[in-house]
């Protein structure tokens, strides 16, 4: 049943245009190396996709998220004929094949995949229903999970893509831990994700070059970069200490809009992008992250409360899944910028430049708006008759 209300839900697009502001300001302070004659030329790209985007979350909103249940298969078949398409056809950038040349943008599949995936899965997990399953009958749909996962994880691994790998295997365990699976089953899981990586350290102390048949050099080169920027200033490790001392020169209120001696230096590369984080910190200082990090919260908040009421176990597991992804984006891109995680290419949601992951965060919301406005209220109550 289509609803009456406008496809909008105004605490997001409250939050939205907050995001919409940050990003501006940090990528016209960024984008200065790289923007050649013309100063504006990344923000104006910038606005062209977040108005884009908004068209887009408006109309996926204004569509019933419920229509497409049936369908999210097809939409994860479209998703693995981009991935084999970028395994055939990409382009190559810094060293890995992630895109398509599409003329008017570089469209990235993995970016589309990763939702794709959510809702597929999200469509599985409902079919289940909400009661509680034994370890026993947890394990064809868990098998089932995995093999859809395991597809697509697989090609964007390759390409290499490890911060998007990391982030999709996350988001599907959220949704597995949430859902109907017995506990036993996420147990299982987690222990075999940690016995992985107790095998990787394993093979890298004893078996190096079994080890580097798995993980690239660069990849490496990065963990080693994160664990001793220091000792490693002059390779993997400049980008983190560069953005570390951006950011503490910000100190309690920042060095001043487009005043940051690291960003405006060239000192910080992909400013813009990546480590768009340190433009924030060094311009903004402690308060200005602080503000951009209560707005994530608030953002992730309302999701959870969109989720809560939710009368639809496929719109609940859309919820889960998009909270899931932003989670990890937000957590990995400030934590890879402070020190705290391993340098990736995963992008800020909302503020890195960027079209292909904007669009599909938009997407994203515009689903959860959709699960929001089509949540019935009744007389005495909440409808527990979810299935």
């Not at 395994?87 to 599949?109: C, H, T």
């Not at 036993?184 to 992985?196: C, N, P, Y």
């Not at 993980?215 to 963990?223: A, G, N, T, V």
């Not at 405006?264 to 060094?282: K, L, M």
Request: proline letters at 3%.
């Amino acid at each position: 049943m289509q609803s009456k209300k406008l496809p909008i839900d105004y605490t997001i697009v409250f939050l939205l245009g907050c995001l919409l502001v940050f990003s501006l300001l940090a990528i016209y302070s960024g984008s200065g190396q790289y923007a050649s004659g013309d100063p504006t030329y990344y923000v104006k790209r910038q606005l062209l996709w977040y108005g884009v985007g908004f068209i887009v979350m408006m109309v996926v909103a204004y569509f019933d998220f419920e229509l497409l249940e049936k369908w999210t298969w097809i939409l994860y078949i479209v998703g693995m004929l981009l991935l084999l398409a970028v395994r055939f056809f990409g382009e190559e950038q810094k060293g890995a094949v992630r895109w398509l040349d599409l003329g008017f943008i570089d469209l990235q599949p993995s970016e589309f995949m990763k939702f794709f995936l959510v809702l597929h899965i999200a469509m599985l997990l409902a079919k289940v229903g909400k009661n509680r399953l034994s370890f026993k009958e947890s394990i064809p749909i868990t098998l089932k999970i995995l093999f859809y996962t395991l597809l697509p994880v697989a090609l964007i691994f390759k390409q290499p893509d490890l911060g998007t790998t990391l982030m999709i295997l996350f988001a599907v365990f959220i949704l597995i831990l949430t859902s109907s699976i017995s506990l036993k089953m996420s147990a299982l899981l987690a222990s075999m994700g940690i016995a992985g990586l107790g095998t990787l350290i394993y093979l890298y102390f004893n078996h190096i070059e079994i080890f580097n048949k798995v993980i690239e050099s660069h990849q490496l080169s990065r963990i080693y970069g994160w664990l001793d920027p220091a000792e490693n200033s002059q390779g993997f490790g400049y980008q983190l200490q560069q953005a570390l001392l951006g950011i503490g020169s910000g100190q309690l209120t920042g060095s001043g809009f487009n005043q940051g001696y690291q960003v405006q230096s060239g000192r910080i590369p992909e400013a813009h992008t990546d480590f768009i984080f340190a433009v924030i910190g060094e311009d903004f200082g402690f308060i200005g992250t602080s503000i951009l990090i209560i707005i994530f919260f608030l953002l992730i908040y309302r999701i959870i409360t969109i989720a809560l009421h939710a009368n639809s176990l496929f719109g609940v597991y859309i919820c889960i899944g998009v909270i899931g992804l932003f989670t990890f984006q937000i957590f990995q891109n400030i934590g890879m910028t402070i020190g705290l995680m391993p340098i990736t290419g995963i992008a800020l949601p909302f503020i890195s430049y960027g079209g292909s992951a904007l669009l599909t965060n938009m997407m994203a919301l515009g689903l959860v708006t959709s699960v929001h406005l089509r949540t019935k209220s009744y007389m005495f109550g909440k409808d527990e008759s979810i299935e």
